[in-house]
C-alpha cells in the first residue's frame, strides 16, 4: 500500500501515520498559519468571539501587511494596527510594510519546507506547494480556529498529473505553459484536487518558475499544486530553514483521477483574455492590441528572475506605455539594486513601486481607468480585479508583458530566454 501513494498522500502519511485514500477526512497539525491585512483583522474579531485566550504557538504564526502597503487611508491604518497590536500581545511573527509578498516572503524567510502544513487566509497560499508543502488558502474564521488550536480537519483530495517533457522555447515562460494548463482544464476542472506537475520541463525550471505554477493551481479550482522535491529545492532552502531537507516524491504506482501530458515545444506565449482567466488564447492571435497600462509584479510574477527579464527587454530602450513595476520582497528589491535592474527600469520609464501586492487588487496604486487596457502578469483577471470593473485585463508572462510596455501594443515576445 505504502508504495502506492500521491505526493499529497504521501505528506498526509508523514502527518498522521495513516494511510489514507482520496475522500477520507482528516485532522492535520499546522505547521505555518498566515494572514494578511485582507484577512487577518476579521480573523482577530473571530478569534476574540471564539474567547481564545493564546495563539496555540507563537512560532507557526505569521502575519503579512502586504495588500494595501503603505497604508492608503485611515480605516486601513486602523486595521494595520490591529495587526501589529495583536502581533506585541501574542508574540507572532509580523511582516510589516515593506516586507513585500506573503507567499514571496513565506519561502524566504523559512516558513515553508517540504513535508509541511501550510494554511494561508489567502487563496494562493498554494503557491507553496512548489516547496512539496501541503499548502492552501482558508477563510478567516477558519484560520480563528488555527491560530487558537493549531489543527484543521481537511478531505483528502483527490490527484491530477500533469506531466510536461521537452523544451520550451525562447519566448515561452512557466506562466504561458501555467496559462496554458488552465485554458485547457479549465476554471472548475481541477476543484478540490491537488495538481501534480511533473516531467523534465518542470525540473528544468528555477525554483521562482516553479512557484509560477503552483501559484495557479486555484485558477482551476485546485485545492494544492505539488512538485516533487530535488536538488534546486534543497539549494533556494538552504540557510532559509532550520530543520533537516526531507526528500518526498510520489511513488511509481500512485494512482490519479486524471493525467495530461504535455509537449513543451508546442507551447506559445499565451494570454488569458478579458474576463476570465480561462479565456486563454496565444498572444498571436490578440497581436496588435493598444495597452494603456502593463503591471509587473504580484505574488506570480514579481521575483528577480522575472524584473531580470524585463530589464534585459527593456536596457536602453523607452516604454511607450505607463508601466508599473512592484518586486515581490524587499529582499527582491536589494538584489535587483544590486544588480542594476532597478535603476534600467527607472531609465526605460517605468514606475517602482513598494514590494507589494500593488494593482493586483485594485487596493491602491496604478488602478485602471474606464475602458484601459491594461497587461498584467498577476493571476486574475475578472471584472473589477484592478480596482474597476471597465478595465479590460489580459494576463502574461513577465517577458510578453515588457514588450506590450516597449510596444505600447500586445505584441508576440522575441526569443530571449
Known amino acids: 500500500m505504502t508504495n502506492e501513494m500521491t505526493i499529497i498522500e504521501k505528506i498526509i502519511f508523514e502527518k498522521i501515520g495513516k494511510i489514507t485514500s482520496p475522500g477520507d477526512i482528516v485532522v492535520l497539525p499546522i505547521d505555518t498559519a498566515m494572514a494578511h491585512d485582507g484577512t487577518a483583522p476579521l480573523m482577530i474579531k473571530s478569534f476574540e468571539e471564539m474567547n481564545a485566550k493564546k495563539v496555540w ?14 497604508s492608503s487611508n485611515e480605516g486601513t491604518s486602523r486595521l494595520h494596527k490591529m495587526m501589529r497590536d495583536f502581533a506585541k500581545k501574542h508574540g507572532i511573527k509580523l511582516y510589516d510594510i515593506g516586507e513585500g509578498i506573503c507567499h514571496q516572503i513565506l519561502p524566504e524567510k523559512g516558513h515553508v519546507f517540504p513535508g509541511a502544513i501550510v494554511v494561508g487566509a489567502d487563496s494562493h497560499t498554494c503557491t507553496h506547494g512548489a516547496f512539496t508543502a501541503f499548502a492552501t488558502g482558508i477563510g478567516s474564521t477558519e484560520m480563528a480556529a488555527v491560530f487558537a488550536s493549531g489543527k484543521l480537519w481537511f478531505k483528502v483530495p483527490e490527484s491530477i498529473r500533469i506531466n510536461v517533457n521537452g523544451k520550451l ?10 496559462l496554458y494548463i488552465i485554458g485547457e482544464i479549465k476554471a472548475d476542472g481541477a476543484t478540490y484536487k491537488a ?26 479550482g485546485g485545492k494544492t499544486g505539488l512538485i516533487e522535491t530535488d536538488e534546486k529545492t534543497k539549494v533556494f532552502l538552504e540557510g532559509r530553514v532550520n530543520i533537516p531537507f526531507k526528500e518526498i516524491k510520489a511513488d511509481k504506482n500512485a494512482k490519479y483521477s486524471d493525467e495530461m501530458e504535455i509537449e513543451a515545444e508546442r507551447i506559445e506565449p499565451m494570454v488569458s483574455c478579458p474576463h476570465s482567466v480561462d479565456n486563454v488564447k496565444p498572444v498571436s492571435e490578440v497581436e496588435g492590441i493598444e495597452v494603456d497600462q502593463v503591471f509587473i509584479g504580484s505574488c506570480t510574477n514579481g521575483r ?30 536589494l538584489n535587483a539594486i544590486k544588480e542594476g535592474i532597478i535603476e534600467e527600469l527607472i531609465r526605460a520609464g517605468c514606475v517602482v513601486g513598494v514590494p507589494g501586492c500593488g494593482p493586483c487588487v485594485g487596493s491602491h496604486h496604478g488602478i485602471p481607468s474606464p475602458g484601459d487596457v491594461v497587461v498584467s502578469t498577476t493571476n486574475r483577471n475578472f471584472k473589477g480585479r484592478m480596482g474597476i470593473a471597465d478595465a479590460y485585463i489580459y494576463l502574461a508572462s513577465p517577458l510578453t508583458a515588457a514588450y506590450a510596455a516597449l510596444n505600447g501594443k500586445i505584441t508576440i515576445p522575441e526569443v530571449i530566454l
Open 57 to 70: 504557538d507563537s512560532s507557526k504564526a505569521v502575519f503579512v501587511i502586504d495588500h494595501v502597503a503603505p
Open 304 to 333: 528577480l528572475e522575472d524584473l531580470r527579464i524585463v530589464a534585459k527587454v527593456l536596457r536602453n530602450k523607452k516604454v511607450k506605455t505607463r508601466t508599473i513595476v512592484m518586486p515581490a520582497s524587499r529582499e527582491v528589491l
Open 169 to 178: 522555447k525562447g519566448n515561452v515562460m512557466s506562466k504561458d505553459l501555467i
Open 195 to 220: 495538481v501534480e506537475f511533473t516531467g523534465n520541463t518542470i525540473k528544468e525550471m528555477s525554483m521562482e518558475s516553479r512557484m509560477v505554477m503552483t501559484n495557479m493551481v486555484v485558477e482551476m
